[in-house]
């Protein structure tokens, strides 16, 4: 059974860096593409970024290109979301989420597994 835990949410100035991390665990969880999601208050949950199980394939969503990155590292199971010039907006609870289907990370759709979110509040 696959499990996931987001770390790393905090409260940054408008304008500032954090670094989320997503630990995965459980039945071959380096062969899953995982993703991250974020719900705001007040508004529907969106995709954020992908990446796919290898690394090799990423997807952002078009409001975050150029500032985030999305990464992991299968030897620590772990996949990671920097964050830079974070906006006011932004706040929201930071979500990951994972799936075997393929395609279904790159086009943002709903993941098999979720983890239980981490807060990120973005206010000066």
């Known amino acids: 059974q696959l499990q996931l835990v987001e770390s790393g949410g905090d409260l940054v100035q408008p304008g500032g860096s954090l670094r989320l991390s997503c630990a995965v665990s459980?039945?071959?969880?380096?062969?899953?593409?995982i993703g991250w999601f974020r719900q705001a208050p007040g508004k529907a949950r969106e995709g954020v970024s992908c990446?796919?199980?290898?690394?090799?394939?990423?997807n952002y969503a078009d409001s975050v290109k150029g500032r985030f990155t999305i990464s992991r590292d299968n030897a620590k199971n772990t996949v990671y979301l920097q964050m830079n010039s974070l906006e006011p907006e932004e706040r929201a609870v930071y979500y990951c989420?994972?799936?075997?289907?393929?395609?279904?990370?790159?086009?943002?759709?709903?993941?098999?597994?979720w983890g239980k979110g981490t807060l990120v509040t973005v206010s000066s």
């Open positions: 990446i796919s199980s290898s690394g090799g394939s990423t």
């Open positions: 459980g039945f071959s969880s380096d062969s899953y593409d």
């Open positions: 989420g994972a799936t075997r289907v393929l395609f279904r990370c790159l086009l943002f759709a709903d993941m098999d597994s």
